[in-house]
């Protein structure tokens, strides 16, 4: 099965294709770093305008230099969510067109699982193979979570305020290092002495697994403005305090985290997770580490193609509705089971192949997390198909998501 795989939840317009028999084949990525940096960070509406042009001309690119064409294409795989809304309208609406007229089914992938899943491509090693805890760290999350099975997450701590991806890019802005700042701050970091200053690491000394970095944003304002004007030196000095900070506090809790959960294999992935010491710490801290290639820790097409081609070899996909969704928890994350169809009707293109989740091992209780103190808890929840032309929506996933 050939997947196109299309990221545009933020500033990269990704494109991938993804054969289930012979693993990753190409992949085209756009980044608007260039457009977005006079602004110092990213400007939805010019995101989305950027999509629109370059997803075209790229999608054509990609399947010159793989050697294929469209009628190629067994399925098409966007990412639906989490993301800016109308980045995401882009990519969704162009896949599901696609998908439409070529008659191959299409799927929506949730952003945070296709970053999950990216350490598992070309991996043969049995290193990614669940149960595992994962680090996903990034520009818009800091989460850690136990890897049960493609589609069953349990949130084990997360950042309750700034993830460790914006706090670099705000500290970058301090310090005029520009943007994106994460690569700025640790380039920078490298030159820095590591004993003129040290920062805290919050929440490393309370229970649990939540983290938090905006007092440590505030820290390094402080010393900022304490140490005016800069000079090179105190750049240097501040953004590698800064850095070891961030990276100190990301080992301890996922030790922390490995200790609890009882699991021998743990995952890092995101855009942070390409950070130079924290690979290094996470090596002391931990036993067996699997990172991503630093090329697919950012946002990337890749991941998607990869992560929806799951879904669709399991039959699961799109109705003809397309839904994106700016906020959507990983643990709304569908099961990966085979599905039946349903018989959503004939005469339409994909409409005889609309299906839905077999409820049965969807009645089963899903673990959302061991929140900070190990205190367990589960709910119930069940899938109610809604094949019609209007079917009704929650945020949770197609058709109507129903707690108990």
């Known amino acids: 099965m050939l997947v196109l ?38 400007v939805p509406e010019l995101a989305s305008r950027d999509h ?39 990519g969704a609406t162009f896949g599901r067109a696609l998908a439409y007229g070529l008659d191959v089914p299409a ?11 990216a350490p598992l491509i070309g991996d043969d090693s049995g290193d990614t193979v669940p149960p595992f805890v994962a680090l996903l760290v990034s520009g818009g ?19 309750l305020d700034d993830a460790a991806g914006e706090a670099f890019d705000k500290v970058a802005k301090m310090l005029g290092l520009g943007y994106p700042g994460g690569p700025a701050v640790a380039a920078k970091a490298e030159t820095g002495d590591p004993g003129r200053f040290v920062f805290p690491r919050p929440m490393t000394d309370r229970p649990g697994l939540d983290m938090s970095f905006s007092g440590l944003k505030t820290f390094t304002l402080n010393t900022v403005r304490d140490h005016s004007p ?15 900070a961030v990276v100190d506090t990301l080992a301890i809790k996922c030790r922390r985290a490995m200790r609890e959960t009882g699991l021998e294999r743990f995952v890092a992935a995101g855009g942070v997770a390409a950070n130079r010491r924290l690979r290094e710490r996470l090596k002391d801290a931990l036993a067996q580490v699997t990172y991503a290639p630093p090329a697919l820790c950012t946002d990337n097409g ?16 799109e109705g003809l509705e397309v839904a994106t ?47 900070s103190g190990g205190a367990a808890r589960s709910r119930r929840w069940r899938y109610r198909s809604q094949p019609s032309a209007s079917p009704v929506r929650s945020s949770g996933s197609r058709g109507t998501l129903r707690w108990r």
């Not at 795989?5 to 294709?17: F, N, P, Q, R, V």
């Not at 230099?65 to 989490?82: E, H, K, N, Q």
């Not at 890749?302 to 081609?309: K, R, T």
Request: charged letters at 25%.
């Open 107 to 117: 799927i929506g992938v949730h952003h945070l699982e296709a970053h999950l899943l």
């Open 302 to 317: 890749a991941m998607i193609a990869h992560a929806g081609a799951l879904r669709l070899q399991a039959g699961q996909q």
């Open 141 to 159: 999350h800091t989460q850690l979570f136990r890897v049960d099975d493609i589609g069953r997450y349990a949130l084990l701590g997360e950042s």
């Open 230 to 244: 800069l000079g090179d030196r105190d750049v240097a000095d501040i953004a590698r305090a800064f850095e070891e």
């Open 5 to 42: 795989g299309i990221e545009t939840s933020c500033d990269e317009t990704g494109l991938a294709l993804y054969d289930t028999a012979a693993g990753l084949v190409a992949e085209s990525l756009y980044s608007q770093v260039e457009l977005h940096a006079r602004y110092g960070g990213v």
């Open 52 to 90: 629109i042009q370059k997803i075209a001309p790229l999608l054509a690119e990609l399947l010159q230099r793989a050697g294929r064409t469209v009628d190629d294409l067994d399925g098409v795989a966007f990412t639906s969510g989490p993301g800016l809304i109308g980045a995401l309208m882009v």
């Open 325 to 371: 969704r700016a906020r959507w928890n990983c643990r709304h994350c569908r099961l990966l089971r085979r599905v039946r169809s349903v018989g959503c009707g004939s005469g339409v293109p994909g409409g005889a192949r609309c299906r839905r989740l077999d409820p049965v091992p969807l009645r089963r209780a899903v673990r959302v997390g061991l929140r």
